[in-house]
């Protein structure tokens, strides 16, 4: 009985974890009036006298507009415990019989299943209390830390230091304050500095425990009458109606039970009203700033704005939580009393159930201020209330932005076409240049530098085929020349799909006339251009590094062997066939500079070619969503609703044609493409296999970036092939949106033609044998895993 009692013991004091804390600011209930109202008058006063500080440096507000955001921010928390100080205190006497009531159902428990019921919940109630409490403390101890003279040591620090000594030289470099109060104390000599930040510590600390600590106390509390339902609930449904006498404990217990469940009410309703309201006030202000710190692209202010609002969902999630957990407890009161053996009873014993039932079947409530029951079906609502804010909100700001950034069709055009003209040009395919004999001697030029580097490859891997390392290089040049040439061919011979789309595309910019419309072809358009400039980038700073890595691999030769006379290193593999043909070693620069523009133009040649046809399949999808919307607008409203549909049926057909085009553009390269890959892949899967086994790193290395490149190639133009066919099948989902039932049976004949169409949507196919889509990527992907792993099984065995 000893070790019971002093089990028993242990977990009364782990269920009061806030007890130390609430003490320290004199909100601990208890059973006399005046205890800890010193504590308590100090702790009202910080918050008090912060609310004061916050307020006034809001007014001035001589900062940026982050610092007085902060100092709002940190007014509306010391509103929110400032009420919590004072509601917790006034319903000292509730909170106190709650507290009360769990140590007599510890001292009382004595079946072991009861006390698992209850050493669950009290667990689940230790665990969020401690965690809250915690993150109170985290959340405070990092306004100290930001505040500390770090500046060289922490780069945030550095730089809110400069930021601040900008906007006001009188403010010392390492004299930050822990809240926002720059405008308020200025500059102070350093004692007065030192006795402002104990003072916001402080602040900051019961700020933090008048939160965290009441909340934790809340869910405590709530899980804990949980439990008790709970087992409330297993004895009802074990009753046996042998005698009567047996109902009234349990109906005694029930109604105990309702009056703890009235002072938990009683105890807390107004802090969580209080907390709702400051709660919804503080996401919509921070709804605001996200969205315009994502306008204005400044990811840190946008981070600490949604931080702060999942913070805030966070806490009202868990006093929702809380609430549907003890209504949900309530509610089965009256299920565990059908449950029980009712039936068996003999006479009008079983009748008795009728009222525990009745009771039962209304639930008991925590309130937000006796108006909104606080459960999960109010937390998806304030959620949903949330996000259609922001939405709302977004549309208004990006309509604003609109008005005020409107744009013409011709910068428009620009922005889409600029870089991939500046690819397309040089090497001869750019689809809206003059074909005259300029253009034909710029593909000639580039397709012979490009066949040259082909030939010398192929020399080199016969004249020296015993470095794995050099061949490897050798073999990823000749595959990146071979998708080079077979690109920059088919686009200059068979241009008539590349021509049509783009002089399309010109036309579609000319006639936007709508900003919902031009908004969607920009959007698209940055796609494009994103694709375009991720490949050019990453192309030309591998060939960067080609070009780098023997100068630097040269010069370390030299200096560990200079009795010994190094052969020359070059990007390009090419040193066997110099040495062939006896080139002079005066001509090392010249060469250099050939084989650093065969680099280029196999790169423009291959990815910009990939760049090119991927920003035209954007536009073209572009065009494929605007006629979605106008076919979700078709109605009857229209008199010339006959006429309208016959002009959209027309302007489906001629994208359909568009994509044929492209389609047949590409299908060629296409096997080409797969060819050249799925080969690659199996080369270099064989001596990344190769490479583990020997412990070769820099291969290791090297074969896994060629088999990350190509099956990085691969899934851009799978997941070019999947958004087209996405787009187009979306238009039979549109048209059926549209109100046809109201419209002539002529109009909704011709929907039912326009559905059956969309049925077969536009697919991108390697020579007519593969189609182009993510569920081709994802065979080749489990193929080439398969491959590696049937590899490495025969390399170890």
């Not at 780069?155 to 906007?167: D, I, K, L």
């Not at 639930?363 to 079906?377: D, E, Q, R």
């Not at 065969?598 to 991927?614: A, P």
């Not at 970036?705 to 787009?727: D, H, M, P, R």
């Amino acid at each position: 009985m000893g070790k019971r009692k002093e089990s028993i013991d242990e977990r009364i004091r782990n269920f009061m974890v806030q007890k130390m804390v609430l003490k320290i600011i004199g909100i601990w209930p208890t059973n006399g009036e005046r205890s800890f109202f010193g504590r308590w008058i100090f702790a009202v006063t910080t918050q008090i006298g912060i609310i004061y500080i916050l307020s006034l440096e809001i007014y001035r507000h001589c900062l940026d507009i982050d610092d007085t955001m902060d100092a709002f921010v940190m007014d509306l928390s010391a509103v929110i415990s400032l009420a919590k100080l004072f509601i917790l205190r006034l319903n000292s006497k509730h909170a106190w019989v709650l507290i009360n009531s769990v140590v007599e159902d510890w001292s009382a428990v004595h079946d072991s299943r009861h006390e698992y019921i209850m050493t669950e919940y009290l667990k689940k109630g230790r665990i969020v209390s401690l965690m809250i409490l915690y993150l109170g403390y985290a959340s405070g101890f990092s306004f100290i830390v930001k505040a500390l003279p770090f500046g060289d040591i922490l780069p945030f620090q550095m730089f809110q230091n400069s930021r601040n000594s900008s906007m006001n030289p009188d403010i010392p470099l390492k004299l930050n304050y822990f809240l926002a109060s720059y405008c308020v104390f200025g500059s102070l000599p350093l004692l007065h500095h030192v006795c402002v930040l104990v003072l916001q510590g402080i602040f900051i600390f019961v700020n933090a425990v008048a939160h965290c600590g009441n909340d934790g106390l809340f869910f405590s509390l709530t899980m804990h009458l949980c439990g008790q339902f709970e087992i409330l609930k297993t004895r009802i449904a074990k009753i046996e109606f042998v005698d009567r006498r047996k109902i009234g404990p349990l109906v005694k217990r029930h109604c105990q039970l309702a009056v703890l469940v009235n002072d938990l009410e009683q105890t807390f309703n107004m802090i969580i009203f209080v907390q709702l309201l400051m709660s919804a006030l503080l996401i919509c202000v921070e709804g605001f700033v996200f969205l315009v710190c994502l306008s204005t692209k400044d990811n840190i202010g946008a981070l600490k704005s949604m931080v702060l609002m999942v913070t805030l969902l966070i806490q009202l999630y868990l006093y929702a939580y809380a609430g549907d957990a003890l209504e949900s407890r309530t509610e089965e009161i009256a299920q565990a009393a059908f449950h029980s053996f009712w039936y068996q009873s003999r006479g009008r014993t079983a009748r008795d159930l009728i009222l525990i039932i009745c009771r039962g079947n209304s639930s008991y409530h925590v309130t937000a201020g006796k108006f909104v029951f606080m459960n999960i079906f109010t937390f998806k609502e304030i959620l949903k209330s949330s996000a259609s804010y922001l939405s709302v909100l977004k549309v208004m700001m990006d309509t604003y932005m609109l008005k005020k950034m409107k744009t013409t069709s011709n910068k428009d055009f620009a922005y889409a076409m600029t870089p991939l003209k500046f690819l397309a040009w040089p090497v001869g395919t750019w689809p809206l240049q003059v074909f005259n004999t300029f253009s034909i001697i710029r593909a000639t030029f580039s397709t012979f530098l490009l066949l040259l580097m082909l030939t010398i490859l192929q020399v080199e891997l016969y004249l020296d085929s015993s470095n794995p390392e050099y061949n490897l290089d050798a073999l990823i040049l000749i595959n990146a020349g071979i998708l080079a040439v077979t690109k920059v061919i088919c686009f200059h011979v068979r241009s008539l799909g590349l021509v049509s789309n783009f002089t399309s595309a010109v036309k579609d910019y000319k006639e936007l006339n709508s900003e919902e419309n031009r908004v969607i072809v920009r959007r698209h358009a940055y796609m494009g251009r994103a694709a375009c400039i991720s490949l050019i980038f990453c192309s030309y700073v591998g060939c960067t590094l080609f070009m780098i890595v023997p100068i630097v691999a040269g010069d370390k030769e030299e200096v560990i062997n200079v009795t010994e006379e190094s052969a020359m290193k070059y990007p390009v593999p090419f040193e066997n066939t110099l040495i062939l043909i006896n080139m002079p070693e005066n001509m090392y620069f010249l060469i250099f500079i050939v084989e650093y523009l065969m680099l280029l133009l196999t790169t423009t040649g291959n990815l910009g070619s990939d760049s090119l046809f991927f920003s035209i399949v954007f536009h073209l999808c572009g065009q494929v969503e605007i006629l979605r919307l106008e076919y979700n607008k078709l109605s009857n409203e229209n008199e010339r609703t006959t006429k309208h549909i016959t002009l959209l049926i027309k302007r489906h057909i001629y994208l359909l044609k568009l994509g044929d085009m492209l389609n047949k553009t590409i299908s060629s390269i296409l096997i080409v493409q797969l060819s050249s890959s799925c080969m690659l892949i199996c080369t270099t899967g064989f001596e990344f296999i190769l490479a583990l086994s020997i412990g070769n790193i820099v291969m290791i290395v090297k074969t896994f970036a060629v088999i990350c490149v190509l099956l990085i190639q691969l899934f851009a133009y799978s997941y070019v092939g999947e958004y087209l066919k996405t787009q187009t099948e979306g238009l039979g989902n549109s048209i059926y949106f549209c109100t046809w039932y109201d419209m002539p049976k002529n109009v909704s004949h011709n929907i039912t033609f326009i559905i059956m169409r969309a049925q077969h949507p536009v697919l991108l196919t390697a020579g007519k044998f593969f189609v182009i889509n993510m569920e081709t990527y994802m065979s080749i992907l489990r193929i080439s895993m398969s491959y590696l792993s049937v590899l490495r099984v025969m390399v170890n065995s």
